[in-house]
């Protein structure tokens, strides 16, 4: 990349950043022109950013890269590889970290969902291995439910659909190999979980936060949704 703040500290990890991100901008851009397809400019930016957002924090926490910053230096390592036209500043953004936590949130639970189920189908291949999707998905679930006493926020909001959506799986029986949807682990309520985490609210405070961007959220869905159709075809 051609900042030299990016060769002098972990270039190895920016460089990877850089083309995983061409990767997945190529592939989510191509899908937007094929026949029939469900993606729009507005969730494949709002994804891209958040994922972008997601690596920087996660893989390059030690340094204090700006998102618009790094994306410049995208633009310039990207020429004569793939044609990458970045979008306003806008739209490419620092995501506040309590809003970043909430989408990882919900993020989790529908890699989790996706795995057992992908629309249509039972994909996860062990009643075993289904079962520890579940398990993983109502660990997550209690992470953003403790959150919402009630349903005013937009992350709430979203929750409540996800535990919807969760729920209508379990009451439709599927099966396969063995497996039966109706096996999932139930989402545990509100006050479940408020009293399983007594002792640690008494010990710290729980950030509740207002997710105010629900079209990154649901951009965020739409793809994911797409990629694991993708990756199942």
């Known amino acids: 990349m051609s900042s030299n703040r990016y060769k002098n500290k972990n270039p190895k990890v920016a460089i990877s950043i850089c083309e995983q991100f061409m990767k997945l901008y190529k592939s989510l851009h191509d899908s937007k022109g094929k026949p029939k397809g469900d993606l729009t400019s507005v969730s494949v930016v709002n994804f891209i950013n958040y994922w972008l957002n997601t690596e920087l924090k996660k893989k390059m926490y030690n340094e204090k ?4 910053d790094f994306c410049d230096n995208l633009e310039t390592y990207a020429q004569g590889i793939v044609d990458i ?10 995501i506040k970290n309590d809003d970043l936590d909430n989408m990882n949130i919900l ?5 989790n969902y996706y795995n057992v189920f992908n629309g249509s189908n039972i994909v996860c291949t062990t009643k075993d291995t289904c079962l520890e999707y579940s398990r993983q998905c109502v660990q997550e679930y209690k992470k953003g439910i403790i959150k919402c006493k009630t349903n005013d926020s937009e992350f709430c909001k979203a929750i409540k659909e996800f535990q919807n959506k969760y729920d209508i799986l379990i009451g439709d029986n599927k099966t396969k ?6 096996e999932l682990k139930s989402l545990p309520s509100h006050a479940e979980v408020l009293q399983e985490y007594g002792s640690e609210l ?8 207002t997710i105010s961007i629900m ?3 649901f951009g965020i869905i739409l ?7 993708v990756q199942r075809n």
Request: aromatic share 16%.
């Open 177 to 182: 190999n063995g497996f039966s949807t109706s």
């Open 85 to 94: 036209k970045m979008h306003s500043n806008d739209e490419i953004y620092v």
């Open 223 to 229: 793809i994911l949704f797409y990629l694991y159709k």
């Open 65 to 68: 890269v700006c998102v618009n």
């Open 215 to 217: 079209c990154a959220i």
């Open 107 to 111: 993020y989790n639970l529908y890699t």
């Open 202 to 209: 008494n010990r710290r405070k729980i950030t509740i936060v």
